[in-house]
């Protein structure tokens, strides 16, 4: 009762929508099953709760599929998480040396000092404020890069993901 867009939707895809909700099928979405019925080309496109979205996409990412399969959106903005300390963030092209605190992402901290970088969702899920790290290690808490790309701690996501240390220096 409460999916938008669910009649144009039925009506757009007919006998190709399949639709789960958790209270009507008695139990929670089977991702497994649904993965093994999606043929090589077959596309997702995924709307419901974070953890669902989660499940989805560490999932199909353990299968290797791109990221261009699996199309989706949150609906909710970053959140700090318990334990998330202040850090520093270096600009190396400007030289600009600013405190990110706890409660803050480096993406609204550098708007509220004047810069002007990239970016839209907000979410970690777009790419559009892709970064490049040049120094420090990063939490990544984004949708958007791959887990090799997470793990070369070349880029990240300044809308959502924060420094795992005291300090980060960004080619910014």
Known sequence: ALMAWLPE??????????????D???APLDVEALLEACGPQDTLH???????????????????WPHGRVHF??????????????????????GKTFTVPAGQT???CLVEHGCDPLFDCKRGECG??????IEGEVDHRDYFLSDSEKKSNKLMQICISRAKGARIVLDL
């Open 106 to 108: 480096l993406l609204d």
């Open 128 to 133: 559009v404020c892709s970064t490049p790290v």
């Open 73 to 94: 959106e949150l609906f909710t903005e970053a959140a700090a998480a318990t334990g998330d300390q202040p850090f520093e963030v270096v600009l190396a092209q400007s």
């Open 9 to 22: 939707l039925q009506a757009l895809l007919g006998d190709e929508l399949r639709v789960h909700a958790d």
């Open 46 to 64: 995924v709307c419901g709760p974070k953890v669902m979205l989660d499940q989805v996409l560490a999932k199909t990412q353990a299968r290797g």
């Open 24 to 26: 009507e099928a008695g």
